[in-house]
Every structure is written in C-alpha cells, then in structure tokens.
C-alpha cells in the first residue's frame, strides 16, 4: 500500500520546511517509508473531498490503505508504532518518548504558537506590539525548564526518538524570532535534529515541491 500525505500546494513560508508535512515526512524518513505528496489548494482544503480526510481542512494527512488519519501528533505516533526506528523498544523507554511528543505538542508548542500567530494574524492591532514581550516571555520559561533538563545530553531521553523529531519540530517554528539562540544547548540539539539525514531528505522533498520541481 502507498503512503499518501498531504502538503501545501504553495507553503506561505515558500519552502522553509515550518509547514506541518514536514514532521510527518521526516517521520517516514527515519523509518526508511516511502511516501507520495497530494498538494492542496487552501481552497481544496476546504472541500468535501479533503474535509472527509481533515474536519479542520488542514494539512497534513496520512493515508496508508483504508486508513486515513490528521494530526501530526497521531501520523508520527502512528509511523512510529509501525516502524521501527522512532521508539525503543524497552516499555518504559517507550512510554517516556511517547510522554516527549505530547509534552512538544501540549506544553512547548502552545506558547510557540501564540507568539507566531501573534505576529501573522494580530500584528496590525493596537495592542499587538505590547503583548508580543508577555508572549516572548512565556516561551523563554518554558525553554528555561527544558534546557535545565536536556542539559548536555544529545537527546531528550537516551536514543533519538520521535518525541525529539516532534521537539525539534515545534523549537524550528522559534527561528525567526531569535528566542531559540538564547538557549545555548537547546540551539545545538536543534541543529543535531536538522543535521539528521532523514531531516534533510524531507526538508529538500518539501522545498523542491514549493519550489515546483519533483522530489528526487
Ligand atoms: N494540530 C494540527 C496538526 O498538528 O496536524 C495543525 C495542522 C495545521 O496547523 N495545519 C496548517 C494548515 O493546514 C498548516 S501547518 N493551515 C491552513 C488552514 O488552517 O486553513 C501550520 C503552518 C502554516 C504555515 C507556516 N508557515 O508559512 O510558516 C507554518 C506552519
């Protein structure tokens, strides 16, 4: 059965791999799947054919057969219970990953995404420019918590795992606003993240499809 997944026609970021198929690419990467690409129009998006696969008329999906899921939270999971690669395999080990990816997606990603959507969709308000510090601030005590606990390890819990593809995933979103490189070794952890192979392979598959070329 061929993977199928979902992207941006044309990511708003012009290929700068912030687009959610990135994770799920890099997912299938790591676990050596190969996968096709269905772009979408923003206005397909929100079509019968595509909301029967998304609710919120988003991307991306994942479909594998007569299975078809959305949230990146669940595809990763998902890829990483059924391949090798992404989880350890003692119970424990596993379980804390797992805890890792949810704790990117709960507790790291929430304040990221205040401060993006801040900026896109607030930052002509009066009032804007005066909460971006609060916002900017809230980020830094979440990555002050997380830096104390990654301290010098490579990764978050022993082997790579899918609950750092998902952390380092949601800490790139940070780049443009300088918040990251105040943060020494979470900075470092990222670049490891991006220095990954399978990374680079589905960070290039996603430029060559925003920059209208095929994926090699
Ligand atoms: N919780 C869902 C998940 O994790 O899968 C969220 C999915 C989501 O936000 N999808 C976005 C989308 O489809 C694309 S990734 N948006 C269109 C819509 O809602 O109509 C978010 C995103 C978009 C653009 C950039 N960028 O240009 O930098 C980065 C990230």
């Keep these: 059965m061929t993977i199928i997944i979902t992207a941006f026609e044309r990511s708003p970021d012009g290929g700068k791999g912030l687009a959610r198929d990135t994770r799920v690419r890099w997912a299938l990467e790591e676990v050596n799947q190969p996968y096709e690409v269905r772009a979408v129009s923003f206005r397909a998006m929100k079509e019968p054919a595509h909301l029967a696969l998304h609710p919120f008329g988003q991307i991306p999906t994942y479909e594998n057969g007569d299975l078809a899921l959305f949230e990146t939270g669940s595809i990763v999971f998902h890829i990483a219970q059924r391949h090798a690669g992404l989880l350890p395999d003692d119970a424990n080990a596993r379980a ?5 990816m949810f704790a990117a997606l709960n507790t790291v990603e929430p304040p990221i995404l205040e401060l993006v959507t ?20 809230r980020i830094r005590d ?4 997380l830096s104390v606990r990654l ?19 949601v800490l790139l979103r940070l780049k443009a606003s300088g918040i990251l490189d ?7 952890y990222v670049a490891r993240g991006k220095a990954r192979p399978a990374y680079k392979r589905a960070f290039d598959a996603q430029l060559a499809l925003n920059n209208g070329k095929p994926a090699p």
Excluded: Y
């Design 96 to 100: 804390r990953a797992i805890t890792w």
């Design 118 to 137: 801040a900026k896109i969709l607030e930052g002509d308000k009066s009032w804007s420019e005066e909460r971006m510090p609060l916002k900017a601030d």
């Design 142 to 145: 979440r990555l002050k918590q």
């Design 151 to 169: 301290g010098d390890a490579e990764w978050l819990d022993g082997a790579f795992s899918a609950g750092d593809l998902m952390m380092v995933s």
């Design 182 to 188: 105040e943060f020494r070794n979470l900075s470092a």
